[in-house]
């Protein structure tokens, strides 16, 4: 089984610094990119390869590329921007990219760069990440060094500066436009869209934000091909996928496997199945912001069309595993808290409705909750969906807490009659 | 007024950015690198040196929980209290750094070694539940052993 994003990656080991990665075969995707192929040819690949994005939205990546307008008539400095503030909770998989394999990150960010013209890129990182920003620091000092970046890169003609933003905190930040607007040294609020980064984002200029693992495929798309890509899948969409899961399972880790492989597969083979003495009862598939699924969809393979169907997304692809000895409503209690406390604050729905959602469930989970309360959750649940906010933040909140109250219902009504958590 | 040194750092980050003010949370963690935290001295400091209003950077500041606007202890501890976390046992690690170090979430130990604040998902869910001190990040961690994570930081 091929694994491209994690093969130079050995648990407890340094990353390769720069000579290593070029031993392994580094930079030669974007040698052959810088080239051989127009940024044109490049985008054309990634869309025939057909990389989604990573990140948790999934959108085609080339697509999102082909929105930048080039040539000569283009504005500029155009943008690229490394989207690396992982901070969805249960989400552990760019970590391991950016302090394992610091040289992919940044060849891969020079590829994407030079697929839209960029004259600038940006990597955004989060401030916890200690260990990746050393090594990213290092990596981008030998990159300048030795003509990967800076002027004329490899005598190719094309320039691009690239640094190291390192944030100061809050999840609203790994919201595209927010990001933008914490990139211009603001407070991260989502922007209205339109107008698109694509076409006006960092001070107005075009620009592309790309999440980490998806920029981290495009050495090997360009090495060796779209058709080789799709086919790494057992999907429709290409490409392998950086799974994860956390929870009371025997072996919690991260795991790249061909995108598609099923829930079970990763559950029982991989993560090892349910420690001893605890039963599966549900899990958040792709982190935080998505919908519960349940023992029924075990066999839904992890990608994106299949996690949609069986009603929930694949969002990051890193699960979060509940067992039964886990209170579902605690759970839920968790998740809508973190939400209320992120909440930039800029629209009434998120800013007033996620509060009271997590009002409500402390309620039940302290055994003074009403009957009515669960219609009130449902009714946030509707207020909060896509269409009456600015950004995807609260109809991401209301994902889990909705199929909470499907798939566990006798769990909080159980609360409200024995005034009490019996898991505690 | 700011140091020679803080000047510099923050010049360094200013050049990165099309316009001086994008470095202005660069500029904030210069200055909490350099004192533990900004106070309004030093906000003021960071606002005229980057052509902005007090009022504009503080707008900014109070927005990211890791840029400080009160003093805090010599070493802070954030507690990740997100959901894998939450499931693995974060209540058993807050609860026994609470005791031990007798304060609660937001507030500084009496001789100023520890301030103790949650933070959001750490990104090591794999190694829940997890702490990190002063940026060194303590994973799998066992609420019997934390004394002797403690002990670490004088």
């Given at each position: 089984m091929e694994q491209p994003l994690t093969k130079n990656i050995r648990p407890g080991e340094p990353p390769l610094d720069l000579s290593g990665y070029e031993r392994a075969g580094g930079y030669q995707g974007l040698r052959q990119a810088l080239r051989q192929k127009t940024p044109k040819q490049v985008q054309e690949e990634v869309t025939q390869a057909n990389l989604r994005g990573r990140g948790g939205a999934g959108f085609p990546t080339g697509m999102k590329w082909s929105f930048v307008p080039m040539g000569d008539g283009a504005p500029h400095p155009k943008y690229l921007i490394v989207n690396a503030d992982e901070m969805e909770p249960g989400t552990f998989k760019d970590r391991l990219l950016l302090e394992g394999d610091p040289h992919l990150m940044i060849e891969s960010a020079i590829i994407a760069a030079y697929a839209i013209e960029a004259d600038i890129a940006y990597i955004f990182l989060r401030w916890e990440y200690k260990l990746a920003e050393q090594r990213l620091e290092k990596a981008i000092a030998e990159d300048y060094e030795h003509g990967y970046l800076g002027k004329n890169?490899?005598?190719?003609?094309?320039?691009?500066?690239?640094?190291?933003?390192?944030?100061?905190?809050?999840?609203?930040?790994?919201?595209e436009t927010a990001l933008l607007n914490s990139l211009e040294g603001k407070r991260a609020i989502p922007r209205a869209k339109p107008p698109f980064p694509q076409v006006s984002g960092l001070w107005g200029k075009p620009t592309i934000v790309n999440n980490v693992e998806t920029l981290c495929n495009l050495p090997h798309i360009i090495n060796n091909g779209a058709a080789w890509f799709k086919k790494l899948s057992r999907s429709g969409d290409g490409g392998t996928k950086l799974y994860g899961a956390s929870g009371k399972v025997k072996k919690p880790g991260v795991f790249e496997l061909p995108m598609g492989t099923t829930i079970r597969e990763i559950l029982e083979e991989h993560a090892g199945g349910m420690r001893d003495g605890c039963k599966f009862r549900g899990l958040l598939p792709g982190g935080a912001s998505t919908?519960?699924?349940?023992?029924?969809?075990?066999?839904?393979?992890?990608?994106?069309?299949?996690?949609?169907?069986?009603?929930?997304?694949?969002?990051?692809?890193?699960?979060?595993?509940?067992?039964?000895?886990?209170?579902?409503?605690?759970?839920?209690?968790?998740l809508e808290k973190f939400f209320a406390q992120e909440s930039c604050g800029w629209c009434t729905p998120c800013r007033d409705g996620l509060p009271w959602t997590a009002k409500i469930l402390s309620a039940l989970e302290d055994g003074r909750g009403e009957p009515r309360d669960l219609e009130r959750l449902a009714l946030h649940t509707r207020l909060l969906r896509p269409g009456n906010t600015f950004c995807a933040f609260a109809p991401g909140a209301a994902e889990p807490l909705q199929s909470a109250l499907k798939y566990f219902r006798e769990d909080f009504e159980n609360h409200i009659r024995d005034k009490r958590c019996a898991y505690s | 007024m700011l140091t020679e040194s803080e000047k510099k750092e923050i010049e360094a980050e200013a050049r990165h950015y099309a316009y001086k003010r994008a470095a202005c949370v660069d500029?904030?963690?210069?200055?909490?690198?350099?004192?533990?935290?900004?106070s309004d001295e030093s906000l003021r400091d960071v606002a005229e040196y980057l052509?902005?209003?007090?009022?504009?950077?503080?707008?900014?500041?109070?927005?990211?929980?890791?840029?400080?606007?009160?003093?805090?202890?010599?070493?802070?501890?954030l507690v990740c209290d997100s959901v894998s976390c939450w499931i693995m046992g974060y209540e058993r690690v807050?609860?026994?750094?609470?005791?031990?170090?007798?304060?609660?979430?937001?507030?500084?130990?009496?001789?100023?070694?520890?301030?103790?604040?949650?933070?959001?998902?750490?990104?090591?869910?794999?190694?829940?539940?997890?702490?990190?001190?002063?940026?060194?990040?303590?994973?799998?961690?066992?609420?019997?052993?934390?004394?002797?994570?403690?002990?670490?930081?004088?």
């Open positions: 890169i490899l005598g190719s003609g094309y320039s691009l500066e690239l640094y190291l933003h390192v944030s100061a905190g809050r999840y609203i930040c790994g919201e919908d519960f699924l349940t023992e029924e969809h075990l066999d839904v393979p992890m990608d994106y069309g299949s996690v949609e169907k069986a009603g929930s997304r694949l969002g990051t692809g890193t699960m979060i595993v509940l067992d039964d000895q886990t209170c579902p409503v605690g759970m839920v209690q968790n | 500029a904030l963690k210069v200055v909490q690198r350099h004192r533990g935290w900004v052509e902005m209003t007090p009022d504009e950077l503080d707008n900014v500041a109070t927005f990211y929980n890791l840029i400080f606007r009160k003093p805090v202890g010599k070493h802070v501890i807050r609860q026994r750094l609470s005791e031990r170090l007798g304060i609660g979430f937001g507030e500084t130990t009496a001789d100023e070694r520890f301030t103790l604040l949650p933070i959001v998902c750490l990104g090591t869910c794999d190694h829940a539940p997890a702490i990190m001190i002063d940026g060194d990040l303590c994973r799998d961690v066992d609420p019997e052993k934390l004394d002797a994570i403690l002990a670490q930081y004088r």
